[in-house]
C-alpha cells in the first residue's frame, strides 16, 4: 500500500468526522430561529446598529457600547446585518423601492421597534456558526487529551446540550464567551501535555483575547491557567524540573500577550482611547456583577438556596444522561489510567468548582451565568460515560453474541453501538423541546415543576405562542394588548401592543411567568387577574408560561396602581381617577413626569387637550403644557374614547431653565382648542395637583432664552446676564419681564430688586420692588455660580401717555435702603442701576 495513502487516510477521516459534528451541532442551533425573541437581545441588537454606524462613520470610540463588553456579541450580530445586506443587494426592489445603495443606508433602515423576525434569522446565525465550530474544535483537542473515544463522546453532549444550545441561537454573551473559554482552556491542556506545543499556545491566547472581549467574567481564565501551569509543577517536582518551570512561565507571557494583541486588534475603541476604553470596562463591570437582583419568587414558597443556588441549578439544567455521566467520572479517580487524563479531568473539575465558587459569591444570582461551565461539565460526563462502558463492555459484547449480533461484539463494534446509542438518547431527550430548548429540565431533579419553585423561568419563549393565538381572532389587527414583555411580544402580534402602563384600557392582557414570579407590575393587579379565569394558557412541556385574559368593561378603580387617588369629574364625560406624582419622576434636566388615569363616562364630540401649568404659590407660571391625551397606542383623542374605558396619559411638562428650587403646584384644565372652550371640573376651570419639589439645576446658557444679553455685576453679588420682556405695552397693560441672575458669591443679606418705568423728565410711571423670584428663593441661598430665573411684572398706568419709556433695574438691601453699585470690569463704580433699551408704549386704550 503506498505511504502516502496511509497518511491521507486518516485525516481524511478526521476531516469527515470534523464536518458531520458540526452539521451535527449546527442542525438544532439554525433552525427556527426566527421563533420568539428573548428579554436582552433588542438591547444588543440595537446596540450593534450603533457599532456599526460608528465604525462605518469613523467615530472609534464609540464603538464602546457596555462594559461587558460584548464586542464580539455585537460583532457577530454585525456580520448577520452585513450578510443581509449583501443578500438583498442584489435584489432589484431593493434599489428601485428603497434606493440603498450603501450599507449605512441600510443600517439605517433597521426596524428595531418592534424587531423585524427575518431579521432575526440573520443576526443569531452567526452566533450558532461559532458555537458549532467550537464544538468541532472541542472534538479535536478532547481527542488530544483523552482519546477518539472520549472525544466523540463529549461532542455529542456538547451538540445537544439543551441549555448550551438554547444560548448558542441568540444575540447573547453566554454560549460565546463559554465556547471560547473552553477552547482556550482546553488548548492550553493539551499544550501542557504535548510541551512544546506552540501552536495551541496561540490557539489559546486568540479564544481566551476573544473571550475577554466577549464578557469581563472569563477574566477567571488567568489564574485557572496558572493554577494548572503550577499544577504540572508540583506534580513533577519543582525543585527537578526548573527548565518546565521557565518553558510554562514563558508560556503564560506569550498567552497574556496574544490574549492582549487580540483584545486591541477587534475593538476600535482600543485604537483610539484604549485607557479610558478599559477603565470604563473596569469601573462598569464591577459593581454591574455584585449588585443586588430582584428576589425570586417572591408569590412562591421557594427555598433559600443561598451558596448552594449555582449547584442545584447546575443539576436542574443538565440531561439525566450528562448527571450520570458526572457521577461515572468518579470512577476516573479510582481505578489505574492514564496520568494525563487524571490530570485533565482533575483540572476540568477544578476549573468548574473555581468558577462556580467566585460567581457564588457576588449578590447576583442567575442561572445563565452558570453556563461557562457546561461544556466542561459535558467533557466530564463523556469521560465518566467512557467508564461506566468499560464496565459494562463485557456484558454487552455477550448479549450481543447472544442475540445473534456476534458481529458486532468483534473489534471495537461494541464501542461504536455505545456511542450511537448514547447519541440517540441524548437527542431523544432534547429535540422534542426545539425550538424552546429552555423548557428542558432534568426529570431526575423533579424537571419544569421543580425548576418553576427554584429557578426564574420564562426569557420570551412562549409569548411567540400567545401572540398567534390573538392573531387568530377576526378583529386582531385592531386589537389592544398588554404585555409586560412588549418588545417579545410585538414582533409576533397583528395587534397594537404596548406595556402593562395601559393594561385597564387594553383589550388583552397576556400575563407571564416569569413577570409574575418577579411580582411585576404589583401585587393589585396580579391578584385581581389571578381572581379571573383566563381565556387561554400557553404551555409548553407542562410549564404554564403565559395567560391570556380579556379585559372587563368595568375594573374597579382600586385596583389600578394610583398614587393618588382622586375621583374628579370633568364635566359629564370625563373622569379623573386620579394620578401618579413623586419626587422621583421630577428630573434635574427641567422635566416633570407624571401619569393622568381617565375614564370616559359617556362618548363626546370634543378633542380636548389636557393644559398643564407649573405654578409657584403666588400663582406665577413656571412652566406649561398642553396636548391631547397620549396613549402607549399613540394620540388618542378624546372623541375616540369608549364609554366606561379607563386611559392612562403619560405626559411631561418642562420647568423653565434657571426655575428657582422650591415647591411649585400643578395646575390641571381641560380645554377644547377648536371651540375654545373648557371643560370645567368640581373644583372650577383649573385643579390644583399635588405639590412638587423643584430640584437646583445648572442650567446651559443657551437654554436661557435672553432676549437681551447683557453683563452688569452689582457689588460683586450678582451678575445680571440679561432680560426677556413680553406684555401688553400700552396704557392699562402690563409689561412681564423675566431677569436672569448669576450668582457671583454667597451673600448674608438679602436683596430686594426694584424695577422702575420712567418716562420724561424722569417720571416714575410704574415700579415693582420685590424679592427674587417673588421672595420665595432669596439671595441669601444663591450658591456661587447658580443661575435664577426671575420673573416680574409691571403694571403701566392707564393715565400713562404715549412715548418712550426706560426701564431700570437695580438691587438694594430692604433694611437700609442702600442699593447695590453697578461696577466695571476694573471695578470702578459706574452707577446704582442698569438702563434697559428704551420701550415705546403705544396710545392710550379707547384710542
Not at 450603533?50 to 464603538?63: C, Q, S, V
Not at 404585555?483 to 417579545?488: A, I, L, R, S, V
Not at 451678575?719 to 457671583?744: C, K, N, V
Request: glycine share 8%; net charge neutral.
Amino acid at each position: 500500500m503506498d505511504s502516502t495513502s496511509v497518511v491521507k487516510r486518516p485525516f481524511t477521516k478526521r476531516i469527515w468526522i470534523s464536518l458531520a459534528l458540526f452539521v451535527m451541532a449546527l442542525a438544532p442551533r439554525a433552525m427556527g430561529l426566527n421563533v420568539f425573541f428573548t428579554i436582552d437581545e433588542r438591547l444588543w441588537l440595537r446596540r450593534s446598529v450603533e457599532a456599526l454606524g460608528a465604525f462605518l462613520y469613523g467615530d472609534y470610540a464609540r464603538t464602546f457600547r457596555k462594559e461587558h463588553p460584548g464586542v464580539i456579541t455585537m460583532w457577530s450580530a454585525i456580520m448577520g446585518i452585513v450578510g443581509k445586506y449583501l443578500t438583498q443587494l442584489g435584489q432589484s426592489w431593493l434599489d428601485i423601492t428603497s434606493g440603498v445603495t450603501n450599507l449605512q443606508e441600510f443600517r439605517e433602515m433597521i426596524r428595531l421597534e418592534p424587531v423585524d423576525p427575518s431579521l432575526m434569522i440573520a443576526v443569531r446565525l452567526p452566533v450558532a456558526l461559532i458555537v458549532s465550530t467550537g464544538v468541532v474544535v472541542a472534538y479535536l483537542l478532547v481527542k488530544r487529551l483523552f482519546g477518539s473515544r472520549v472525544a466523540l463522546i463529549a461532542a455529542i453532549l456538547l451538540a445537544f446540550d439543551p441549555y448550551y444550545i438554547g444560548y448558542s441561537r441568540l444575540i447573547l454573551h453566554a454560549a460565546l464567551v463559554s465556547t471560547f473559554v473552553t477552547v482556550s482552556f482546553l488548548s492550553y491542556l493539551v499544550y501542557l501535555k504535548c510541551r512544546r506545543g506552540w501552536l495551541y499556545i496561540l490557539l489559546s491566547g486568540i479564544a481566551g483575547g476573544l473571550a475577554f472581549l466577549t464578557k469581563f467574567e472569563s477574566l477567571i481564565l488567568v489564574p485557572i491557567l496558572v493554577l494548572v501551569s503550577i499544577g504540572t509543577c508540583w506534580r513533577n517536582g519543582l525543585s527537578t524540573d526548573r527548565e518546565r518551570i521557565r518553558d510554562l512561565s514563558l508560556a503564560l507571557v506569550v498567552w497574556g500577550f496574544v490574549a492582549a494583541s487580540c483584545f486591541f486588534v477587534l475593538w476600535p475603541a482600543m485604537w483610539v482611547a484604549p485607557v479610558e476604553t478599559l477603565r470604563k470596562v473596569v469601573t462598569g463591570a464591577t459593581p454591574y456583577f455584585f449588585s443586588e437582583v430582584t428576589p425570586y419568587l417572591p408569590d412562591e414558597a421557594t427555598p433559600n438556596l443561598g451558596p448552594f443556588f449555582y449547584l442545584v441549578a447546575l443539576f436542574l439544567l443538565l440531561t439525566p444522561l450528562t448527571s450520570l455521566g458526572i457521577l461515572g467520572s468518579v470512577a476516573a479517580f479510582t481505578r489505574r489510567s492514564n496520568r494525563w487524563h487524571r490530570f485533565a479531568t482533575l483540572a476540568l473539575l477544578g476549573y468548574v468548582l473555581l468558577y462556580g465558587t467566585i460567581i457564588s459569591i457576588g449578590a447576583t444570582k442567575v442561572q445563565r451565568y452558570l453556563l461557562p461551565v457546561f461544556p466542561a461539565v459535558d467533557i466530564l460526563a463523556a469521560v465518566g460515560l467512557k467508564e461506566m462502558i468499560y464496565w459494562i463492555e463485557p456484558t454487552l459484547k455477550r448479549r450481543l453474541s447472544q442475540w445473534g449480533f456476534s458481529w458486532l461484539a468483534e473489534k471495537d463494534h461494541a464501542w461504536t453501538v455505545s456511542i450511537l446509542a448514547i447519541g440517540l438518547l441524548q437527542v431523544m431527550l432534547v429535540l422534542p423541546h426545539h425550538p424552546y430548548y429552555f423548557t428542558c429540565f432534568n426529570p431526575l431533579m423533579g424537571g419544569g415543576t421543580q425548576a418553576a419553585k427554584t429557578l426564574r423561568i420564562g426569557w420570551g419563549e412562549g409569548l411567540d405562542e400567545a401572540a398567534r393565538y390573538l392573531n387568530q381572532k377576526e378583529v386582531a389587527e385592531d386589537l389592544r394588548i398588554a404585555t409586560w414583555f412588549n418588545d417579545q411580544f410585538a414582533p409576533f402580534s397583528a395587534g397594537h401592543s404596548a406595556t402593562l402602563d395601559s393594561w385597564f384600557s387594553a383589550d388583552y392582557v397576556v400575563l407571564y411567568k416569569s413577570q409574575i414570579q418577579r411580582g411585576k407590575p404589583d401585587a393589585k393587579m396580579l391578584d385581581y387577574f389571578r381572581s379571573l379565569q383566563p381565556e387561554h394558557v400557553v404551555r409548553l412541556k407542562g410549564i404554564d408560561y403565559a395567560w391570556i385574559y380579556r379585559v372587563p368593561e368595568r375594573v374597579p378603580p382600586e385596583v389600578l396602581p394610583l398614587e393618588h387617588l382622586e375621583p374628579t369629574p370633568f364635566g359629564n364625560a370625563i373622569l379623573l381617577l386620579g394620578y401618579d406624582l413623586d419626587d422621583s419622576r421630577v428630573q434635574r434636566g427641567g422635566e416633570i413626569r407624571l401619569t393622568f388615569y381617565w375614564q370616559c363616562l359617556e362618548p363626546m364630540e370634543e378633542s380636548y387637550h389636557i393644559y398643564l401649568r407649573l405654578l409657584n404659590p403666588v400663582y406665577r407660571i413656571w412652566g406649561e403644557q398642553s396636548a391631547p391625551p397620549l396613549s402607549p397606542w399613540g394620540e388618542l383623542p378624546t372623541k375616540q374614547w369608549e364609554a366606561g374605558v379607563m386611559y392612562r396619559d403619560d405626559r411631561s411638562i418642562e420647568f423653565l431653565p434657571g426655575t428657582p428650587p422650591g415647591i411649585y403646584r400643578l395646575g390641571l384644565s381641560l380645554y377644547d382648542p377648536q371651540r375654545q372652550q373648557g371643560l370645567g371640573s368640581a373644583e372650577g376651570s383649573e385643579m390644583i395637583l399635588g405639590l412638587v419639589e423643584v430640584p437646583k439645576g445648572k442650567p446651559l446658557p443657551e437654554t436661557l432664552d435672553i432676549q437681551h444679553e447683557l453683563k452688569a455685576d452689582f457689588g460683586g453679588v450678582a451678575r445680571l446676564l440679561g432680560y426677556s420682556m413680553a406684555g401688553d405695552l400700552q396704557p392699562g397693560g402690563e409689561i412681564h419681564l423675566t431677569l436672569f441672575w448669576q450668582a457671583l458669591a454667597a451673600t448674608g443679606q438679602d436683596y430686594t430688586v426694584f424695577i422702575h418705568l420712567v418716562g420724561e423728565e424722569g417720571y416714575v410711571w410704574g415700579q415693582g420692588d420685590s424679592p427674587p423670584a417673588d421672595g420665595f428663593y432669596l439671595t441669601t441661598e444663591w450658591k456661587e455660580g447658580e443661575v435664577i430665573r426671575d420673573q416680574h411684572s409691571i403694571a403701566i398706568p392707564p393715565e400713562a401717555p404715549a412715548g418712550e419709556y426706560q426701564l431700570e433695574v437695580g438691587m438694594y438691601d430692604w433694611a437700609s435702603g442702600v442699593r447695590l453699585a453697578l461696577v466695571d470690569r476694573d471695578g470702578d463704580v459706574i452707577r446704582d442701576k442698569v438702563l434697559f433699551e428704551k420701550i415705546k408704549v403705544r396710545g392710550t386704550l379707547d384710542e
